[in-house]
C-alpha cells in the first residue's frame, strides 16, 4: 500500500503532468470556473497539504522535510526545467506551517525552477483576524502583514528562522 507522502506524491505527478499537457498557457477549469494559467509558472500546493488523514494513516504528522523533499522530487519529474517558477499555494496550512515548507525546499538548495509563494490565505488571514474589521486595529493589522511578508521573503530564500516568528499585539 504504501506509505502515504509516497501515494500522494504519485496522485500529484500524475496530476500536474496531465495539467501540463492539458493546458500549455491557456484555461483550465478551478472546481467548474474557467482561470486563466500562466504559462510560466505553476501554481500547486505542497505533496501531502490537504490530506487530513495522513496523520491516522501513518500514525505520525508528516515532518516539514518530508513534504519537502516529496514535493521537490515530484516536480523533478513531471515539472520543465525551463519553467522560470513554481508559485505554491497555502492550501489550508496554517501561516507558519506554509512558510516552513517554502523554506524547507529552498534550503534543499538549488533547483531548475524558482520556488516563491502565493499565499493569500496564508499571508491574509492573520492580518484579517488582527484587523476584525475594526479600523482601530488598521496600523496591527498592518505590521502582522508585514511580519507574514518578511517571514515568507526570507523562506523565498531558505533563510527562514522560526525565531523570526513574533506575535504582533
Same mark, same amino acid.
Given at each position: 500500500m504504501g506509505h502515504p507522502c509516497t501515494r500522494t506524491r504519485t496522485a500529484k505527478r500524475g496530476l500536474y503532468s496531465e495539467r501540463r499537457q492539458g493546458c500549455s498557457g491557456r484555461f483550465a477549469t478551478?472546481? *467548474?470556473r474557467a482561470v !486563466?494559467?500562466?504559462p510560466r509558472r505553476?501554481? /500547486?500546493e505542497t505533496v501531502g497539504v490537504g490530506a487530513s488523514w495522513y496523520g491516522w494513516y501513518a500514525r505520525r504528522p508528516l515532518q516539514i522535510d518530508e513534504v519537502a523533499e516529496a514535493t521537490v522530487r515530484c516536480?523533478? !519529474?513531471v515539472i520543465p526545467a525551463a519553467l522560470p517558477g513554481i508559485v505554491f499555494l497555502s492550501g489550508g496550512q496554517s +501561516? &507558519?506551517?506554509?512558510?516552513?515548507?517554502?523554506n524547507a525546499m529552498n534550503a534543499m538548495g538549488e533547483? /531548475?525552477?524558482a520556488l516563491s509563494f502565493s499565499y493569500g490565505r496564508a499571508l491574509q488571514g492573520p492580518v484579517l483576524e488582527s484587523w476584525r474589521g475594526n479600523p482601530a486595529n488598521a496600523a496591527i493589522a !498592518?505590521?502582522?502583514?508585514?511580519? =507574514? +511578508? &518578511?517571514?515568507? *521573503? +526570507? +523562506? =523565498?530564500? *531558505?533563510?527562514?528562522t522560526s525565531e523570526m516568528e513574533v506575535s504582533v499585539t
Open positions: 478551478n472546481s *467548474g !486563466q494559467e500562466d505553476v501554481y /500547486p516536480f523533478r !519529474q +501561516a &507558519k506551517k506554509a512558510t516552513e515548507h517554502l533547483h /531548475p525552477w !498592518q505590521q502582522c502583514f508585514y511580519q =507574514r +511578508a &518578511k517571514c515568507n *521573503g +526570507a +523562506a =523565498r530564500y *531558505g533563510k527562514y
